[in-house]
């Protein structure tokens, strides 16, 4: 079960809807939407430079992937309480955003990461698709090339690590920066 949570008016969930039809076309993989609210003050400092950027950032996604952008979602028939439900869903299970997806455990945000979800569907069996033979695995639908390993970085290339206390995402790639450092 794919655990979306979505907010009606935030980029990244409008774009998120048009990948999930595509998403259960190519897996065996049921969806639950879960709709939120914005996130809280403390989750976001600085709201309203992250409104702006995401909207830059969901056009530019929207026309590498051939989606729409802006897609206005209905929110008609979302209660209150179905918001505060699925508000306190998502924190109990460790985030904070919308427009992601949260699988067995682990998060995924944002379209442009949905290959790692794929990744992990396709090395579970839950492809749908002819198995590439090379790979033996479907081609992800959400492919993202700037994510490629760099097969050489010169000695001494400085790298710029904002670390945030924050965001897990930090944490989890701190290591891997302190190795190339």
Request: glycine share 4%; aromatic share 14%.
């Amino acid at each position: 079960m794919l655990h979306v949570f979505l907010q009606t008016d935030e980029p990244y969930s409008q774009l998120l809807t048009q990948a999930l039809p595509k998403l259960q076309s190519r897996y065996a993989v049921s969806v639950m939407q879960h709709w939120v609210s914005e996130p809280d003050d403390s989750a976001v400092p600085e709201r309203e430079k992250l409104k702006a950027y995401s909207q830059i950032d969901a056009k530019r996604l929207a026309v590498e992937y051939g989606l729409v952008f802006p897609a206005p979602l209905d929110k008609s028939s979302i209660s209150e309480t179905s918001l505060q439900e699925a508000h306190q869903l998502r924190k109990k299970w460790g985030h904070y955003l919308s427009g992601v997806i949260y699988y067995e455990g682990e998060w995924y945000w944002g379209i442009d990461r949905l290959h790692h979800l794929e990744s992990r569907l396709n090395d579970l069996g839950l492809s749908t698709q002819a198995q590439s033979l090379e790979l033996h695995k479907a081609k992800p639908l959400f492919f993202t090339p700037q994510y490629q390993p760099v097969a050489h970085v010169p000695e001494g290339t400085a790298i710029d690590f904002y670390f945030s206390f924050r965001s897990p995402y930090s944490a989890i790639s701190a290591a891997q920066i302190f190795k190339w450092a």
